[in-house]
């Protein structure tokens, strides 16, 4: 039978998970757990208050903010591509 983990265990493992900006993957990965106990601690704590409000907007504008610097990089790269083929044709 598998390991027995606290419940203190659990509530921090969905905290991470919710608020971390890591896939749920990995955080099961990092934590030794499976992905669908993971996502049976995650369902169970649904309707508590395991993660504040507050934390859940932070973890949000943080996701979002990730995929602006994504994109962001991305524009970067394209651009330094196009210069170097502009610089190198000739007039």
């Known amino acids: 039978m598998g390991l027995e983990r606290t419940e203190e265990f659990r509530k921090d493992a969905v905290r991470i998970a919710l608020t971390s900006g ?5 955080v099961a990965d990092d934590l030794g757990v499976g992905m669908s106990t993971l996502n049976k601690w995650i369902t169970a704590q649904r309707d508590t208050d395991v ?14 903010l990730r995929r602006e610097n994504r994109i962001l990089k991305e524009e970067r790269e394209i651009l330094k591509k196009a210069t170097q083929f502009f610089a190198g044709q000739k007039p």
């Open 22 to 26: 890591l896939t749920r993957k990995q």
């Open 51 to 64: 993660v504040s409000k507050e934390d859940l907007s932070l973890a949000q504008e943080n996701d979002r």
